[in-house]
Structure formats: C-alpha cells, structure tokens
C-alpha cells in the first residue's frame, strides 16, 4: 500500500537527497516552490547529470494562486533540415527515438 505524504509549509522530491536537501534549504529560507525549483534541478546537474543539465531541455508548469497558469516549453530547435517531409521521403511516419534518422535537439534549458 502507498503511504502518501504531506506537508503544511512546503515539501520537495527529487531522485537524488542532495537536490532534495537543496530546494528545501531555499524553502526555508522564505523562498519559493519556482526558486526551490531551481535549486534542486541545479543541484541535480552536479549529482544525477544523466538525467538533468544545463545540456537538455526544460518543461515547466506553474501555478501560482489567484493567476492563470503559465507554461514555458524549454525545448531545443531541431536541425534547420529536419522536417516530416524528411522522414516521410524515408518511408517514415514519424520520427525515430533512436538511431541516425533520430532527431536530436539543441538544448534548451538554458534559454527557458
């Protein structure tokens, strides 16, 4: 059975404890969900860089109370060539995941 947690002040998870412990310093400090955030996606770059970086892409959702909610689509442009109509051409119906026709992206993240 799934024991579900909650918190009254505020409450991070991340995949690693020092991200973790990172973002709830912020919080702790009188900062924000956003800026806790940021800490621990930061801290996550030195401790975990497989899976978070400056090098990737960044999707966000926020809400904050009272206001409607903003999205920020941190995603890299693919290659300047790269179009369906490659892919349709190779007798493709959508892009690959992997391999030489996979479409890798510039990151983003920063820019976001």
Do not use: K
């Not at 998870?13 to 310093?25: D, I, N, R, T």
């Not at 790269?82 to 349709?88: A, G, K, P, T, W």
């Not at 391999?99 to 990151?107: E, H």
């Amino acid at each position: 059975m799934l024991h579900t947690l909650t918190g009254l002040r505020g409450m991070i998870s991340a995949p690693h404890h020092a991200a973790a412990q990172s973002g709830l310093a912020v919080l702790r400090d009188g900062g924000n969900a956003i800026e806790a955030m940021i800490a621990a996606a930061a801290t996550c770059a030195v401790v975990y860089p497989h899976m978070n970086g400056l090098g990737g892409d960044a999707f966000w959702l926020i809400h904050e109370p009272g206001r409607p909610p903003v999205s920020i689509d941190g995603s890299g442009a693919s290659g300047r060539a790269v179009s369906m109509e490659l892919y349709q051409r190779q007798g493709l119906d959508a892009v690959p995941r992997t391999g030489p026709l996979a479409a890798a992206t510039v990151a983003g993240a920063v820019s976001s």
